[in-house]
C-alpha cells in the first residue's frame, strides 16, 4: 500500500513539475517607470521597461508615441540586464503609449503597451522668421529592428500569456486523475 502511494505520488509530482519549464522560458513586462496609467505633471527624462528575462536587443522594439500619435522617442533604446530603457522627448499634454514587442526563450513573440498621462506640455516652438519653411520628414520611432512601416499598437494589457491557463489546467487535471488512481488501488488492496 505504502508503496503504491509513492509510485502515485512520484507521477504527480513528476507532471507538476512539466509545465514549469515552458513557464520559465516566457518572458514578460513585470514593470515600467513611470507605471501604466500615471498621471504626470513632470515629463520624466527616460522610460523603463522591465521584463522577467532578459531581453535581446536583436528581437525587441520599443516605440513611443504621444497625442495625436506624434513619435516621442528621445534616442534608440539601451539594453541593461532585465531592463529597457528610451530616452523620452516630451510634447504636448496628454496619453502618451509606450509599445513594446520581443521574443521570449522560448521564440513566443511578446507585445504589450503602458499608457501614461503627461498633464503639462512642451509649448510648440513658433516658427523663425529667418529659416524658410522646409516639407518635413516623417518621424521614426526608437525601434529594434528598424521596420518600413509601423505595426498598429496592440490593445491595452495585450500580454501573452502563453497559456499558463491552460497549464494550470493541465496539472489540475493530472492531480485528480493520479487522485482517482490512488484510490482505485486502495479500494484494490483492500479486497485483497
Known amino acids: 500500500m505504502t508503496r503504491t502511494w509513492v509510485v502515485v505520488l512520484g507521477v504527480v509530482a513528476a507532471f507538476a513539475l512539466l509545465p514549469a519549464a515552458p513557464a520559465a522560458a516566457h518572458n514578460s513586462l513585470t514593470g515600467s517607470d513611470p507605471r501604466d496609467g500615471a498621471r504626470l505633471a513632470a515629463a520624466p527624462e527616460r522610460i523603463e521597461l522591465r521584463f522577467l528575462a532578459t531581453p535581446k536587443e536583436a528581437t525587441t522594439e520599443v516605440t513611443v508615441t504621444g497625442p495625436d500619435n506624434v513619435a516621442a ?10 531592463r529597457v530603457i528610451v530616452p523620452f522627448r516630451p510634447g504636448a499634454a496628454g496619453l502618451y503609449t509606450v509599445t513594446y514587442r520581443l521574443a521570449s526563450d522560448d521564440g513566443h513573440p511578446i507585445k504589450g503597451e ?22 518635413a520628414a516623417p518621424a521614426t520611432s526608437a525601434a529594434l529592428p528598424t521596420s518600413a512601416a509601423p505595426s498598429p499598437p496592440p490593445a491595452a494589457g495585450a500580454d501573452d500569456d502563453g497559456g499558463t491557463g491552460r497549464l494550470w489546467a493541465a496539472g489540475a487535471v493530472v492531480v485528480l486523475a493520479a487522485l482517482g488512481g490512488g484510490l482505485l488501488l486502495r479500494r484494490r488492496a483492500t479486497r485483497r
Open 73 to 82: 522617442t528621445g534616442g534608440a533604446p539601451t539594453f541593461s540586464g532585465k
Open 114 to 135: 503602458v499608457r501614461f498621462t503627461l498633464t503639462t506640455g512642451t509649448p510648440a516652438e513658433s516658427p523663425s522668421v529667418t529659416v524658410p519653411p522646409t516639407s
